[in-house]
């Protein structure tokens, strides 16, 4: 069985910085993309990055592009998004996500994470 477990939100003043991490278990063979979302408050669920292992391709979505990295330790099957320059409209529940397309709708990702809140304020 397939467990993501994020990590490493809280709350940071606008400009600040943070990262998450998403530790996975439970694959029975590699898998090839994990994403990151978010969710705010009355709002849906958006796709703010991903990563392809078999290529390295990497997906960022406009709002977060030049400010937000995605990463990975494959020995450690762990897979980070540093968020920098925050701002308070990045407020949000961020979720990882596995077994679905980099890109890719969230409809289309199998497995989740339970989420970790991101506040971001003065």
């Known amino acids: 069985q397939v467990q993501l477990v994020e990590s490493g939100g809280g709350l940071v003043q606008p400009g600040g910085s943070l990262r998450l991490s998403c530790a996975a278990s439970g694959f029975t063979s590699d898998y090839r993309a994990i994403g990151w979302f978010r969710q705010a408050p009355g709002k849906e669920r958006e796709g703010v990055s991903c990563?392809?292992?078999?290529?390295?391709?990497?997906y960022y979505s406009d709002s977060v592009k030049g400010r937000f990295t995605i990463s990975r330790d494959n020995a450690n099957h762990t897979v980070y998004l540093q968020l920098n320059s925050l701002k308070p409209e990045d407020t949000a529940v961020y979720y990882c996500?596995?077994?679905?397309?980099?890109?890719?709708?969230?409809?289309?990702?199998?497995?989740w994470g339970q989420g970790t809140q991101v506040t971001v304020s003065s």
């Open positions: 996500a596995a077994e679905g397309p980099c890109p890719g709708p969230a409809i289309l990702f199998a497995s």
């Open positions: 990563m392809d292992n078999s290529d390295g391709f990497t």
